[in-house]
């Protein structure tokens, strides 16, 4: 992350929807990985592969780390930054900060402050995406999906015979996953259980990392496409500009780790095409 970058205060969740998300999220991260480089892998690969296996898992899984503890601590609000006085225009007045607010951004009730570019509220980040941290966002989801669907397939290699073949009672395991484990409460149900979550969470990914690439590749907000997406269509000036737009000028660079610098071709503050990221908000 460059030296422009502006990190949140205050990181914790304020509501226990986005708390109780959060600390799923952080205990179901390395509870897969765990269960993917020490039970799955060793039974499927050879010694060779598995310690590659483990390499990649590693790298993997820091990276998803990375950009989800990213999206938390880096500030994408107006706070903090010198705003007008007076309303120019494209600006509105936000009633709740009592201020100005630039084009594009709106005010989120969890978070209570207006959001430059606000994409939506993730409850399992217990803050806003917007402008800032849109990037490690979507890496975030990309790597999550990528990932997922890999494990997908190696662990449907792995669970076979813990569920004795496909049957109506492996599905019945695999699709009440929760309910089977306090049933029988067995390593094999356990694995039964982390098969199962990995599955839906690969599902679940790939539904988001769809919707997700279609509003970046037009670059719309959430809020826009559902409010007024005739209107923000001004702001789409053609996939490889609004791939910037979103991950930054160093866009093909972002997968590799969220340190790695890319910076924006706007402030958040002027979205006249082409402004300059070097064009910094003053802060107070």
């Known amino acids: 992350m460059g030296h422009s970058v502006r990190f949140r205060r205050k990181v914790m969740p304020r509501s226990l929807a986005d708390l109780s998300a959060m600390v799923f999220m952080s205990f179901a991260i390395p509870a897969v990985y765990w269960f993917e480089v020490y039970i799955v892998a060793p039974t499927i690969y050879s010694q060779t592969l598995n310690f590659l296996h483990t390499i990649l898992g590693t790298y993997i899984v820091l990276n998803i780390i990375g950009n989800f503890v990213a999206i938390i601590v880096v500030d994408t609000s107006t706070q903090g930054l010198l705003l007008p006085a007076q309303?120019?225009?494209?600006?509105?007045?936000?009633?709740?900060?009592e201020s100005t607010a630039p084009p594009?951004?709106?005010h989120c009730p969890t978070c209570n402050v207006c959001i430059m570019k606000k994409e939506h509220h993730c409850v399992f980040a217990g803050c806003c995406v917007g402008l800032a941290n849109h990037r490690y966002f979507y890496m975030f989801l990309f790597l999550m999906w990528g990932s997922t669907l890999y494990c997908s397939f190696l662990n449907a290699c792995f669970i076979w015979p813990y569920v004795g073949g496909f049957n109506a009672w492996a599905a019945v395991r695999l699709l009440l996953p929760g309910v089977w484990l306090l049933w029988d409460p067995s390593l094999a149900t356990?694995?039964?259980?982390?098969?199962?979550?990995?599955?839906?969470?690969?599902?679940?990914?790939?539904?988001?990392?769809?919707?997700?690439?279609?509003?970046?590749?037009?670059?719309?907000?959430?809020?826009?496409?559902?409010?007024?997406?005739?209107?923000?269509q001004k702001y789409n000036l053609?996939?490889?500009?609004n791939i910037k737009v979103s991950l930054g000028e160093r866009w093909y660079l972002t997968w590799v780790f969220p340190t790695l610098e890319s910076p924006l071709p706007y402030d958040g503050l002027d979205w006249t095409p082409q402004v300059v990221s070097s064009t910094r908000p003053k802060t107070k």
């Open 87 to 97: 309303v120019p225009q494209g600006w509105h007045v936000c009633a709740n900060c």
């Open 104 to 106: 594009r951004s709106r």
């Open 190 to 232: 356990l694995y039964s259980f982390l098969f199962s979550i990995n599955v839906i969470g690969c599902l679940f990914m790939s539904v988001l990392v769809y919707y997700y690439t279609g509003l970046m590749l037009t670059n719309i907000t959430t809020n826009e496409n559902n409010t007024n997406a005739r209107k923000a």
């Open 238 to 241: 053609g996939s490889s500009h």
